[in-house]
């Protein structure tokens, strides 16, 4: 069973606002990934780390930023918030190894007014 | 340029027969294919993966296929059932990407009592 957790699941949040959405996992992966995806649309990696003080832009462009100060932790963070950045946000982990799948937290949906 | 394609958003059958989800790819260099159901709101969960050195994996009722000269994939699921209602994605990674996945656009599977 994964453990991987998001928070907040759910977000209604003016523009200009600062956030930050957590992401956590308890099974010790070094590799972690933020994607976003819109209904309807695939999936795309904005952010991945693969491992502490190592994180790279993903194939889509995004003004979000992240950081990887612990193995367990992978938080994503918008500064100003605008309704373009409204989306669903999800994390994920896998294992060292280059053919291993990746686990998904539930996802967190942004909503920006 | 979209590297994995999904070109059925939708697919409906009764329960008990045979479902099948297409994906088609355009990079020859993806050698590890993966399936994932999603239910809305919540993260993708993995059901089955293929390295490209195989052309079928099975596990339970799914299946996957995959022709490399067509660089196609599918999935079958046998006998469907009402709780495999859900949008079904494709995805793909590259040995030098370390295990970054592409997206399809996914399809969303509805199988009728």
């Known amino acids: 069973e994964a453990d991987i957790y998001q928070t907040p699941r759910y977000l209604v949040i003016g523009t200009g606002k600062k956030i930050t959405l957590e992401c956590s996992q308890t099974?010790?992966?070094?590799?972690m990934y933020w994607y976003q995806q819109d209904p309807g649309m695939e999936l795309h990696l904005i952010h991945y780390?693969?491992?502490?003080?190592?994180?790279e832009k993903g194939d889509l462009s995004s003004e979000s930023t992240v950081s990887r100060i612990r193995t367990e932790h992978f938080p994503l963070t918008l500064e100003s918030a605008r309704p373009s950045h409204t989306s669903q946000y999800l994390c994920a982990s896998s294992e060292a190894g280059r053919r291993t799948e990746a686990f998904f937290g539930q996802g967190t949906r942004l909503t920006v007014v | 340029d979209q590297q994995v394609k999904q070109n059925s958003p939708s697919l409906s059958v009764q329960e008990g027969r045979i479902s099948i989800l297409n994906c088609d790819y355009t990079?020859?260099?993806?050698?590890?294919f993966l399936w994932y159901k999603k239910y809305p709101a919540e993260g993708p969960t993995f059901l089955i993966s293929?390295?490209?050195?195989?052309d079928k994996n099975e596990d339970g009722r799914f299946t996957v296929f995959l022709n490399k000269s067509a660089k196609h994939l599918s999935l079958h699921i046998v006998p469907s059932q009402p709780g495999d209602s859900a949008v079904y994605f494709c995805a793909a990674s590259t040995y030098n990407q370390g295990g970054k996945l592409i997206f399809g656009q996914g399809t969303e599977l509805s199988v009728k009592p």
């Open positions: 780390s693969y491992g502490v003080n190592s994180t």
């Open positions: 099974m010790g992966h070094d590799k």
């Open positions: 293929i390295s490209s050195i195989k």
């Open positions: 990079n020859s260099m993806f050698d590890y």
